[in-house]
């Protein structure tokens, strides 16, 4: 089973700012099977990203996604005040696993 | 608009059963994997189970093996979650999830609002 580790924790941004969010995996994964979701309060999941830097459909361009092998990046640009939520990158080779999870919160 | 509405959920004592639903709406059910996820209070996301788009396939999480049973019935565009032996540790909100394709691609496109499993004495 392959884990994923998300750092930081917590990130504590301003709305406007910039951030990055980390994912790290204890194995390789391919590429095409890393999507990171948004969740709000109370609210399920979103997906936002899928294939490592693919956009879900809505999903502003204000987030992107990179990265490969182990190490995979989730960047939000000029953080508006609904991006404030915790984020979660997941692996979709069998059998699946999320992350633990990145908190971004007002600074 | 893809709908997916859980229902089922409760409080039950350890070692006794429930059994959740998801009515699937604004797609067509049989053709795509669900799957069941879900999330323990203040916690993260755990994949529960997932099933393959005409059910003659299904897949569960180590930590719900055999006391699991996921299905699906197409004609009534609904998936399903039997939970026996239930644990404390599997007091969580159960999310009814969409998968992306038939078969083989557990990435998840659409999410009910989940339904509230408490397992307590």
């Known amino acids: 089973e392959i884990v994923l580790t998300q750092s930081p924790g917590t990130l504590s941004l301003s709305p406007g700012e910039g951030g990055t969010l980390s994912c790290r995996a204890s194995q390789g994964v391919s590429s095409t099977y890393l999507a990171w979701y948004q969740q709000k309060p109370g609210q399920a999941p979103r997906l936002l990203i899928y294939d490592t830097s693919t956009r879900a459909t809505g999903i502003p361009d204000r987030f992107s996604g990179s990265g490969s092998g182990a190490d995979f990046t989730l960047t939000i640009s000029r953080l508006e005040p609904e991006d404030f939520a915790v984020y979660y990158c997941q692996q979709y080779h069998t059998p699946l696993t999320f992350g633990g999870g990145t908190k971004v919160e007002i600074k | 608009e893809v709908q997916l509405v859980e229902s089922g959920g409760g409080l039950v004592q350890p070692g006794g059963s429930l059994r959740l639903s998801c009515a699937a709406s604004g797609f067509t059910f049989s053709t795509y994997a669900m799957s069941w996820v879900r999330q323990a209070p203040g916690k993260g996301l755990e994949w529960v189970s997932g099933?393959?788009?005409?059910?003659?396939?299904?897949y569960y999480a180590d930590s719900v093996k055999g006391r699991f049973t996921i299905s699906r019935d197409n004609s009534k565009n609904t998936l399903y979650l039997q939970m026996n032996s239930l644990r404390v540790e599997d007091t969580a909100i159960y999310y009814c999830?969409?998968?992306?394709?038939?078969?083989?691609?557990?990435?998840?496109?659409?999410w009910g609002q989940g339904t509230v499993v408490t397992v307590s004495s």
């Open positions: 999830a969409k998968e992306t394709a038939a078969i083989g691609i557990p990435l998840f496109d659409s």
């Open positions: 099933i393959t788009n005409g059910g003659g396939d299904a």
